[in-house]
T-cell receptor, first 114, second 110 residues
Framework: SQTIHQWPATLVQPVGSPLSLECTVE??????LYWYRQAAGRGLQLLFY??????ISSEVPQNLSASRPQDRQFILSSKKLLLSDSGFYLC?????????????FGEGSRLTVL | GEDVEQSLFLSVREGDSSVINCTYT??????LYWYKQEPGAGLQLLTY?????DMKQDQRLTVLLNKKDKHLSLRIADTQTGDSAIYFC??????????FGDGTTLTVKP
């Protein structure tokens, strides 16, 4: 069966510090991968998606970046965090093999920037 | 861009039915989804409906789709305290991009 792991689960970082959130998927190959941010009391904002190794599409301009060094690994990074980067970050995968296209989400990483 | 709207809060008594409503703007939607998010966790797919269907039933869940009005609803029969969560409506366009609503927080009172 397929699983998705995200870490760390919680993170408290000072303004201006770097960030690295990791996401790995097991039990499937060549998934589409997504990073979403969920601000408090709000819905999901799509940040990045990837259809393959090294292929990253950015949905919103920001000081975050994403990389996909391996087929089932997706990393969200920042060189210098801002207060506004605080939020709940969710990684998700989707099969490229057709079907209803549902997203499978990780458990999330809660980032607090102080 | 495309938009998905849903009311932010719903409160019901245990044993009653809950109806969560959603409207969307994308006329090219292929699939529409309902996801559930428990506190501090990721989202889990509850159910989905293909855009050429108008109803889907899955145990206590009934999804109704009015494509003409771009209105989607989720009915939960015999709502239990374990159903308390945030419910997200989402639609997928024909390019494969999913757009989510802001979520409806369902509170079930005993």
């Amino acid at each position: 069966s397929q699983t998705i792991h995200q870490w760390p689960a919680t993170l408290v970082q000072p303004v201006g510090s770097p960030l690295s959130l990791e996401c790995t998927v097991e039990g499937t190959s060549n998934p589409n991968l997504y990073w979403y941010r969920q601000a408090a009391g709000r819905g999901l904002q799509l940040l990045f998606y990837s259809v393959g190794i090294g292929q990253i599409s950015s949905e919103v301009p920001q000081n975050l970046s994403a990389s996909r060094p391996q087929d089932r690994q997706f990393i969200l990074s920042s060189k210098k965090l801002l207060l506004s980067d605080s939020g709940f970050y969710l990684c998700a995968w989707e099969s490229q093999k057709g079907g209803p296209g549902e997203l499978f989400f990780g458990e999330g990483s809660r980032l607090t920037v102080l | 861009g495309e938009d998905v709207e849903q009311s932010l809060f719903l409160s019901v008594r245990e044993g009653d039915s809950s109806v969560i409503n959603c409207t969307y703007t994308d006329s090219s939607s292929t699939y529409l989804y309902w996801y559930k998010q428990e506190p501090g966790a990721g989202l889990q797919l509850l159910t989905y409906i293909f855009s050429n269907m108008d109803m889907k039933q899955d145990q206590r869940l009934t999804v109704l789709l009015n494509k003409k009005d771009k209105h989607l609803s989720l009915r939960i029969a015999d709502t239990q305290t374990g159903d308390s969560a945030i419910y997200f409506c989402a639609e997928r366009d024909n390019a494969g991009k999913s757009t989510f609503g802001d979520g409806t927080t369902l509170t079930v009172k005993p």
